[in-house]
């Protein structure tokens, strides 16, 4: 997937602006600022606002709780200074396996 090809490209790229940036004057510094632990804080929080609104069955909520929760994915992947492109690298190994193959491997690396 080529640089910038796709909106959350796009976001990643802007999030690698701001780590830089005032946090006085943008979110997104404050949060890198603040480190991973953070970072994964706020994503924790998205995530459980999108199910949520997931198990009420708004839909529109749905999709705005969803659009938080990737911003705060890839802060969190910034903050721990993991390219997006490493995401979209382990996406494309792993379509050439089910999924059911695949998490079959992971149980005996990973707790779940």
């Known amino acids: 997937m080529g640089t ?4 959350l490209d796009r976001l990643a790229a802007t999030v690698d602006t701001r780590r830089g940036a005032d946090p006085a004057t943008s979110w ?12 994964a804080e706020k994503f924790g ?10 198990v009420r069955g708004d839909r529109t909520r749905l999709a705005a709780e969803a659009a938080d929760t990737l911003y705060h994915l890839l802060v969190m992947l910034a903050a721990c200074e993991v390219p997006l492109a490493a995401v979209w690298d382990e996406l494309e190994r792993r379509e050439a396996q089910s999924g059911l193959t695949e998490k079959a491997a992971r149980a005996g690396s990973q707790p779940e």
């Not at 910038?4 to 909106?7: G, I, L, M």
């Open 45 to 54: 929080e998205e995530a459980v606002e999108a199910i949520i609104e997931a």
């Open 4 to 7: 910038d090809s796709h909106p």
């Open 28 to 39: 997104t510094a404050q949060l890198l600022a603040r480190g991973p632990a953070k970072c």
